[in-house]
């Protein structure tokens, strides 16, 4: 079976965040889901660097990873899920996790970077939640 798929109706459909950025980290790709968890609109993100959604205090070590990951072709991440902190076009903090994965030129070096994001702060927020009331609950038994 010959099925054609529409890639660029896939990627918009998804409900999972896309984002592609190139060799120098300025966005080349903003899906639908990728607005819907950031804020910002694709015409906002294209052409920006990752700092939109990088917060300040992870970017020096963020930046580090993304020009060495460009230069040698490689991640050390493979198809880690990786959970980290982002930032939302209004300021304040999201969860995200994300996978990674590269595209590369024909002659075999990377040319962007695409990234498929979850925003997980509501479920990390129940999780910390929880966490915190079993605390409590051990603390009261542990007292009696």
């Not at 890639?7 to 120098?24: E, N, R």
């Not at 129940?126 to 609950?137: F, G, P, T, V």
């Amino acid at each position: 079976m010959d099925a054609q798929i529409d890639y660029k109706q896939l990627l918009t459909a998804i409900g999972d965040g896309v984002v592609v950025a190139d060799a120098s980290g300025a966005i080349i790709f903003w899906n639908p889901a990728a607005e819907r968890i950031f804020g910002f609109t694709e015409s906002e993100a294209l052409g920006k660097s990752l700092d939109i959604i990088v917060p300040e205090r992870q970017r020096q070590r963020h930046w580090e990873g993304y020009e060495k990951t460009m230069h040698t072709g490689q991640t050390r991440y493979g198809n880690d899920l990786l959970r980290v902190p982002a930032l939302h076009k209004e300021g304040h903090p999201l969860s995200i996790a994300f996978t990674v994965a590269m595209l590369y030129t024909p002659d075999g070096k990377v040319s962007s970077i695409v990234a498929i994001v979850r925003d997980e702060t509501k479920r990390w927020g129940e999780e910390r939640d929880m966490r915190r009331r079993i605390a409590e609950l051990e603390a009261k038994s542990a007292a009696h």
